[in-house]
């Protein structure tokens, strides 16, 4: 069976770090593009970044402070999260792709597995 374990979330104060784990088995790493999503009460879910075949994509709101990884020894993608904001406040899912273009990686209805979430709460 196809799995995603999305760990790592926590409790944070503005201006801090976390790593969030996205553990997948029942499948290859490298074969799959694997993203990261987020979703804030009330609102939409939201592309946060993407990695495929060595490509790596963030949305506006996180570039130069999230840093996505894949470690396919481990058959784990990272998401590294630096200078926290109240506003990066929401549940964090990874997802695996279908087969997508590149430009498309923000948009939810082209992953066909998710990951059960983890919770990102940034507040002093």
Same mark, same amino acid.
């Not at 503005?14 to 999503?37: E, M, Q, V």
């Not at 990272?78 to 997508?100: F, G, H, I």
């Given at each position: 069976?196809?799995?995603?374990?999305?760990?790592?979330?926590?409790?944070?104060?503005?201006?801090?770090?976390?790593?969030?784990?996205?553990?997948?088995?029942?499948?290859?790493?490298?074969?799959?593009?694997?993203?990261?999503?987020?979703?804030? !009460?009330?609102?939409?879910?939201?592309?946060?970044?993407?990695?495929?075949?060595?490509?790596?994509?963030?949305?506006?709101?996180?570039?130069?402070?999230?840093?996505?990884?894949?470690?396919?020894?481990?058959?784990?993608?990272?998401?590294?999260?630096?200078?926290?904001?109240?506003?990066?406040?929401?549940?964090?899912?990874?997802?695996?792709?279908?087969?997508? !273009?590149?430009?498309?990686?923000?948009?939810?209805?082209?992953?066909?597995?998710?990951?059960?979430?983890?919770?990102?709460?940034?507040?002093?």
């Amino acid at each position: 069976d196809v799995q995603l374990q999305a760990s790592g979330g926590g409790l944070v104060q503005p201006g801090g770090s976390l790593r969030l784990s996205c553990a997948a088995s029942g499948f290859a790493l490298d074969d799959y593009g694997i993203g990261w999503f987020r979703q804030a !009460p009330g609102k939409e879910r939201e592309g946060v970044s993407f990695i495929n075949v060595g490509r790596k994509f963030y949305a506006d709101s996180v570039k130069g402070r999230f840093t996505i990884s894949r470690d396919n020894a481990k058959n784990t993608v990272y998401l590294q999260m630096n200078s926290l904001k109240p506003e990066d406040t929401a549940v964090y899912y990874c997802a695996r792709a279908s087969r997508l !273009p590149f430009s498309l990686w923000p948009i939810p209805s082209y992953y066909t597995y998710w990951g059960q979430g983890t919770q990102v709460t940034v507040s002093s």
